[in-house]
């Protein structure tokens, strides 16, 4: 015999398809409790009908609704306004399924992780233009310390003969226009802005990072944490690579020119952001990169699977390897 | 101007382009472009950017099959942005759903279903789903009934075993059923597409369907093919 059921109703037939017994549902009126209804079947749980039926028909094999087990037989399937109150219920789990997905931080991360890079770009090149345009007005100002202090010295001064006072330089003689002063002026306002709005980005994804990726933002620090966790496109891919791919994760292009034309493999992608790995000798840098993207699969998997979070002690451990790697090798290897 | 002829009461063939009735009027849903023949808005069916609209330009016989009928019941796995479905909306269901049928989209992407969820405000009949389309158990029990057209585009390895049972499950006997395969996504065995295609025409015919027509989209939607079969 068999019980057959859906979110719905239940039904006990026999082998020939017969129906011996129906209990219904009849709530599905109400949207809230519909959509409870529905979650409940569709995490294969048992509903109230089967278990009012199965206390009558004790030894029945249950099955749910479209199981290929089942005989045919004429189910009571639901009428045209139950289905039409199904279709609701399902726009609104589905509603609720794309609601769900703004909280989940690896999409949040991407958004302002590449949002960041991108205005990260465009200061690059604001605030370049900035200097060469200053010191096409300026050629005795230097600027290799003050360089970011340019912006806000320019939109201090008045006019050219303000900077070069600011500046403590001599004045040339030609200088811009008013109208192009203006506009320099402008052109450092808003690297200033941009400035000011890239810091306040890096900030959320610091936080973000810190908090989605703990252990790896312990041993990475935030920024090349999330950088990692976007390029794996989510924190469980990330969780699952194994530490070669962890270690040239951002160097697709040499690894796979690589593979294809057989040129030396990187060593590093974005872990060399690490300044164990960027501020090591050139020879060394690919066996740190080595041991701490190997670590680094441990952290995020800590982090993924629930594991203990990492403390600074494990993390100091890792900086002492790092500096027995770099006194081990003092020199160059000899080929 | 070529010769007119509707393939349906929504469907209209003009020459070399497929157009639909909108069921939604002055709306084009994904930038394509509208046209009144006699007075009724239509959109263009644009075959490049949907699988079924080429199969419906290359179809040699089965043109007229091919379609769901108005106001029957559809299920369509991999429904991304909705282009396609958006036409089978117009054919099936119809302003304010008037030939009241019922089209279930299902796809896997949070991203893709907030435009079906934007697009079922506006087009009644459509019910958009988050789910796997390999998952059947997770939603489907929001399918109650057997549907009469089944269409599935979901471009991942097994597309054919996920084709076959979702036929199974849902389609009714007699019903239609549309897999786009995308060879590609299926193994290479080295010998080519059309190995991978003769080895799935077998792997539905030994599942005891019939195949009405195999359309290959060469040209339109390259690597994939399309199989139309009955159950």
Do not use: Y
């Given at each position: 015999m068999w019980l057959w059921y859906d979110w719905r109703a239940a039904a006990v037939a026999d082998e020939r398809g017969n129906i011996l017994d129906i209990d219904e549902w009849?709530?599905?009126?109400d949207l809230d409790r519909l959509c409870a209804r529905l979650d409940m079947v569709s995490h294969q749980e048992i509903t109230p009908e089967v278990e009012v039926l199965l206390s009558r028909f004790p030894d029945v094999q249950v099955r749910i609704h479209g199981d290929p087990d089942l005989p045919n037989a004429d189910w009571p399937l639901p009428s045209a306004g139950a289905i039409e109150c199904l279709d609701k219920a399902a726009v609104l789990i589905s509603k609720r399924g794309v609601d769900a997905a703004a909280g989940d931080p690896d999409r949040r991360l991407e958004h302002i992780l590449r949002a960041s890079d991108e205005l990260r770009a465009a200061y690059i090149t604001i605030e370049g233009r900035l200097i060469e345009w200053v010191g096409l007005f300026l050629?005795?100002?230097?600027?290799?310390?003050?360089r970011a202090a340019l912006a806000d010295k320019v939109l201090d001064s008045e006019s050219l003969a303000d900077l070069s006072k600011l500046l403590d330089i001599g004045m040339p003689e030609r200088g811009p226009s008013a109208k192009e002063w203006q506009c320099l002026g402008d052109w450092a306002r808003s690297a200033c802005e941009i400035k000011i709005r890239l810091e306040s980005m890096e900030d959320v994804v610091r936080e973000l990072g810190a908090s989605h990726l703990p252990s790896l933002s312990a041993l990475l620090g935030p920024i090349l944490a999330s950088r990692l966790c976007v390029e794996a496109h989510g924190r469980a891919r990330l969780a699952r690579l194994p530490a070669g791919t962890m270690q040239i994760l951002g160097a697709e292009k040499a690894f796979f020119s690589h593979l294809k034309t057989g040129t030396p493999p990187p060593k590093?992608?974005?872990?060399?952001?690490h300044p164990w790995v960027s501020h090591?000798?050139?020879?060394?840098r690919g066996k740190i990169s080595r041991m701490l993207a190997a670590k680094a699969t441990i952290a995020v998997r800590c982090d993924e699977f629930g594991g203990q979070l990492w403390t600074e002690e494990a993390i100091a451990e890792i900086a002492d390897r790092v500096e027995t790697i770099r006194e081990e090798n003092p020199y160059p290897s000899q080929r | 101007m070529g010769k007119k002829r509707r393939l349906s009461g929504a469907v209209l063939i003009d020459g070399r382009s497929i157009w639909t009735r909108n069921?939604?009027?002055?709306?084009?849903q994904y930038g394509e472009s509208l046209r009144r023949f006699q007075g009724v808005e239509h959109r263009r069916w644009d075959p490049t950017r949907s699988k079924l609209g080429a199969a419906l330009a290359r179809a040699r016989h089965t043109q007229y099959d091919l379609l769901p009928e108005e106001g029957s019941t559809c299920l369509y796995l991999?429904?991304?942005?909705g282009t396609s479905l958006s036409h089978i909306h117009d054919q099936v269901c119809g302003p304010d759903n008037q030939m009241a049928g019922r089209i279930i989209a299902v796809d896997l992407s949070p991203r893709c279903l907030r435009d079906l969820i934007h697009m079922a405000k506006i087009r009644p009949g459509l019910v958009p789903i988050l789910g796997?389309?390999?998952?059947?158990?997770?939603?489907?029990?929001?399918?109650?009934t057997k549907v009469d057209w089944l269409f599935q585009d979901v471009?991942?390895?097994?597309q054919v075993g996920i084709f076959i049972d979702a036929v199974n499950r849902?389609?009714?006997?007699g019903g239609k059923g549309l897999l786009s395969l995308?060879?590609?996504?299926?193994?290479?065995?080295?010998?080519?597409e059309r190995a991978v295609f003769e080895s799935v025409a077998e792997q539905l015919l030994e599942a005891g369907?019939?195949?009405e027509e195999q359309i290959n989209l060469h040209g339109?939607?390259?690597?994939h093919s399309l199989f139309f079969i009955y159950n």
């Open positions: 009849s709530g599905w009126g050629p005795e100002a230097r600027f290799e310390r003050e590093h992608g974005h872990i060399f952001m090591s000798p050139r020879w060394i | 069921a939604c009027p002055k709306v084009s991999g429904a991304g942005h796997d389309a390999r998952n059947f158990s997770a939603w489907g029990v929001m399918v109650s471009s991942q390895a097994g849902f389609l009714k006997p995308k060879a590609a996504s299926e193994r290479w065995t080295g010998q080519g369907f019939t195949i339109l939607e390259d690597n």
